[in-house]
């Protein structure tokens, strides 16, 4: 069966030549600015780098989306990463693009790989010279999420993809260490049956190998046969969570689902029998809202308007009937788009019928979040949050030091995006923190006043039972 081959022939021209102009801007000298993080559920199309850094601001403008995805970094040819194999990770008119981005509540992932050039994980020939190559990324460009695009020779690549998971699976902890959070993404290949083996087979290795994936994003494109494209991605969808499940075992239904993203290729597709129309990015978009899937993106950003003729296939136009930007609106429903509705606010009540406090009503960095009597203070004034955060009193509750293991206590901090401070409703009333798998825990169990809050396996007992605000 072809695989996605993110019209390779068409592009690698135009990725030249786009390449070399930007690489001609000035180079930026400082890291981009942090970014606020991402919410539970989000589209984040991918954003072909070869083109102009305003496509950011554009889509933006147009639609409310305030999620991307780079495509790709890729080596220049030795173990360096670059966008698009020739321009500059520092470049001036991307970083001003990300810096504009995030200071109007957006977010950006970057993806290493896809179709074209040469994977880094197949450049770098050692787990020490890869890891020093991501970092220098994600310090760079202030990443909360780097997205994996392996596929065609680099995921039958085995040692690569080993050398690939020890690298990531060292910087995350290394991170995680110094109170950051790393979410790794993998973007695989698949059909509607599900992932095949080598893709399973890299992530047991992941797995194996201590690797934290958030997320598993299927590329929903190119199976083949003509198939309705709607059906077909959900169906990929529903095998992927039967496979998640058959990796990593202890994780509940929600959490499994919480682990995918879905990336069909917009309009016609390289198989050009196949056609993804805006229907059936509606039927996708409302599969993933009701089941909790993460993260839906597309191929690509710059195709996202209707051709000349309908039945076009091209790397600037759909090929399908739509307007502007059709698909980046219709996916963003996902996130709310722009509607700027309320957020829930109110008491977290919980075990002994107490409340989720925070201890002294205390702002300071590190202050105990605990049980205690419900007593309607701002000490217990709880926003559910659209990134997906807890907050009070103006900060947001907090794993300590980004910590995911039984025991680690639960506290108030400055809000900042990470996984640490991400939070959603698990099965049986639990609150479940994505980036661990693990639920918000009474320490004991015990309903005494001032019982400390941390995180413990789920295991739906009262003192894992939370009622948030509606």
């Given at each position: 069966?072809?695989?996605?081959?993110?019209?390779?022939?068409?592009?690698?021209?135009?990725?030249?030549?786009?390449?070399?102009?930007?690489?001609?801007?000035?180079?930026?000298?400082?890291?981009?600015?942090?970014?606020?993080?991402?919410?539970?559920?989000?589209?984040?199309?991918?954003?072909?780098?070869?083109?102009?850094?305003?496509?950011?601001?554009?889509?933006?403008?147009?639609?409310?989306?305030?999620?991307?995805?780079?495509?790709?970094?890729?080596?220049?040819?030795?173990?360096?990463?670059?966008?698009?194999?020739?321009?500059?990770?520092?470049?001036?008119?991307?970083?001003?693009?990300?810096?504009?981005?995030?200071?109007?509540?957006?977010?950006?992932?970057?993806?290493?790989?896809?179709?074209?050039?040469?994977?880094?994980?197949?450049?770098?020939?050692?787990?020490?010279?890869?890891?020093?190559?991501?970092?220098?990324?994600?310090?760079?460009?202030?990443?909360?999420?780097?997205?994996?695009?392996?596929?065609?020779?680099?995921?039958?690549?085995?040692?690569?993809?080993?050398?690939?998971?020890?690298?990531?699976?060292?910087?995350?902890?290394?991170?995680?260490?110094?109170?950051?959070?790393?979410?790794?993404?993998?973007?695989?290949?698949?059909?509607?049956?599900?992932?095949?083996?080598?893709?399973?087979?890299?992530?047991?290795?992941?797995?194996?190998?201590?690797?934290n994936v958030g997320v598993v994003n299927i590329m929903t494109m190119d199976y083949g046969p003509t198939l309705d494209m709607g059906k077909a991605a959900t169906d990929a969808a529903t095998a992927l969570h039967t496979q998640l499940g058959q990796i990593w075992t202890t994780k509940t239904s929600q959490q499994l689902w919480a682990m995918e993203g879905n990336t069909p290729m917009i309009g016609v597709n390289d198989s050009t029998n196949e056609?993804?129309?805006?229907?059936?990015?509606?039927?996708?978009?409302?599969?993933?809202r009701s089941n909790g899937i993460q993260l839906l993106a597309f191929w690509a950003l710059g195709r996202d308007k209707a051709c000349a003729t309908n039945g076009t296939l091209s790397d600037t136009c759909s090929g399908t009937p739509q307007s502007a930007y059709q698909f980046a609106s219709t996916f963003n429903g996902i996130t709310g788009g722009g509607t700027g509705n309320p957020r829930p606010t109110g008491r977290i009540s919980g075990y002994?019928?107490?409340?989720?406090?925070?201890?002294?009503?205390?702002?300071?960095?590190?202050?105990?979040?605990?049980?205690?009597?419900?007593?309607?203070?701002?000490?217990?004034?709880?926003?559910?949050?659209?990134?997906?955060?807890?907050?009070?009193?103006?900060?947001?509750?907090?794993?300590?030091?980004?910590?995911?293991?039984?025991?680690?206590?639960?506290?108030?901090?400055?809000?900042?995006?990470?996984?640490?401070?991400?939070?959603?409703?698990?099965?049986?009333?639990?609150?479940?923190?994505?980036?661990?798998?693990?639920?918000?825990?009474?320490?004991?169990?015990?309903?005494?006043?001032?019982?400390?809050?941390?995180?413990?396996?789920?295991?739906?007992?009262?003192?894992?039972?939370?009622?948030?605000?509606?």
């Open positions: 069966m072809r695989r996605p081959s993110r019209l390779t022939a068409l592009l690698a021209p135009l990725a030249l030549a786009a390449g070399t102009l930007l690489a001609a801007a000035p180079a930026a000298h400082a890291a981009a600015n942090p970014g606020p993080g991402f919410p539970a559920q989000y589209a984040a199309p991918y954003v072909e780098t070869w083109g102009s850094p305003a496509a950011l601001a554009n889509a933006r403008n147009a639609t409310g989306l305030k999620y991307f995805t780079l495509a790709f970094v890729i080596s220049d040819g030795s173990c360096n990463a670059t966008f698009n194999g020739n321009t500059a990770i520092t470049d001036a008119g991307w970083q001003s693009a990300i810096n504009s981005l995030r200071a109007a509540g957006g977010d950006v992932i970057a993806s290493f790989g896809g179709a074209s050039g040469t994977e880094l994980g197949q450049a770098c020939t050692t787990v020490s010279s890869l890891k020093a190559q991501y970092k220098r990324v994600v310090d760079t460009l202030n990443l909360t999420k780097i997205d994996l695009d392996i596929e065609g020779g680099a995921l039958g690549d085995t040692t690569a993809n080993d050398r690939r998971n020890q690298a990531l699976a060292q910087l995350q902890q290394e991170y995680a260490a110094a109170g950051r959070n790393l979410a790794v993404h993998y973007t695989l290949p698949v059909n509607p049956t599900g992932l095949e083996s080598n893709s399973i087979s890299l992530l047991n290795n992941a797995k194996s190998r201590g690797l056609v993804f129309t805006t229907a059936n990015a509606t039927t996708l978009t409302n599969f993933a002994g019928g107490k409340c989720v406090d925070v201890a002294a009503a205390s702002s300071a960095n590190g202050t105990a979040v605990q049980l205690y009597d419900c007593n309607g203070t701002a000490a217990q004034n709880w926003t559910v949050a659209a990134d997906g955060s807890l907050q009070a009193l103006g900060k947001c509750l907090d794993a300590t030091g980004a910590g995911t293991a039984n025991g680690t206590q639960l506290q108030l901090w400055d809000c900042n995006g990470t996984g640490a401070q991400k939070w959603q409703p698990g099965s049986g009333s639990t609150l479940v923190n994505p980036v661990s798998g693990r639920c918000v825990d009474a320490t004991g169990p015990s309903s005494a006043n001032g019982t400390r809050l941390q995180l413990w396996d789920c295991f739906g007992a009262a003192n894992q039972q939370w009622l948030l605000p509606a």
